[in-house]
């Protein structure tokens, strides 16, 4: 591809929660045209996007990739919104099965091409970060054979995500082989501790597994956090719920981010939302301003 990434906003220093950078995530906005996805979060006062690569929004194996990139740089550019490039696809790779193939399948060229393109389209879009996970271990692949393909796949991934520039978040996700923050730790020492090996946090499941509160598991990252997720959940249930419906206490977790100095996107992660899209999309940045507001006074 030869789209030149257009120029994105860029933080400054974070002088308390007021300061965080909210984003939304694409996924829920699946009924919409993605130029009219981005147009809305831009009206509503997001900073910027989790750009999930799919069929409907920037198919990375659809024709004219590089004409489609280069039309969607312009745009992001235009609204004045930050991306990240997310690859939570569910039937991208393959129509009849979710997230397959993986890392962590007998063949898993498909998922290291799908990588490898989202890397390239991160470079042109000046994403902040490209997010990817492990997914869940297929039957019949013993635990230490998952574990060699998937340090193998991501030593591929880190490769091309350095020669490209673009930082790499790696999202521990519940019921996948790396599903907390402990696995994560295992899997950056196996690799051999890449500096472009950051990890995506999602706010939601650290409530949901964890054995630390939520804010301890920011400050516990800090030094390697390259991209947030945020949404409410509850103990033991993998569920993305709109903000206040859970059991998250939201402003010790802002906090806890300006503390750490973060300053990248923090992206509501509502996939299962898209009905209400743009309604769901103001409650939540209304809700997260509150909680920003009350975490300054902590």
Known sequence: MTAAPATRPTAGPLSGPGALRFGYGTNGFANHRLGDALAVLADLGYVGVALTLDHDHLDPFAPGLARRVAAISRRLGALGLAVVVETGARYLLDPRHKHAP?????????????LRRAVRIGADLGAEAVSFWAGVRPPGVPPDVAADRLVAGCATVCAAAAEAGVPLGFEPEPGMFVEDIAGWWRLREALG???????????????????????????????HLVNVQIDDMRRG????????????????????????????????????HSHAAPAVAARSLDFLRAAASRGEGR
């Open 102 to 114: 993986t890392l962590l399948h007998d063949d898993p060229a498909r998922r290291v091409e799908f």
């Open 237 to 272: 249930v993998h569920e993305h719920l709109e903000f206040g419906t859970g059991e998250i206490d939201f402003p010790p977790v802002l906090r806890a981010l300006a503390d750490a100095g973060y300053r990248g996107l923090v992206a509501v992660e509502l996939p299962r």
């Open 193 to 223: 501790t890449p500096p472009g090996f950051g990890i995506t946090l999602d706010i939601g499941h650290c409530r949901c597994l964890e054995p630390m509160p939520v804010p301890q598991c920011v400050s516990a990252v800090a030094a």
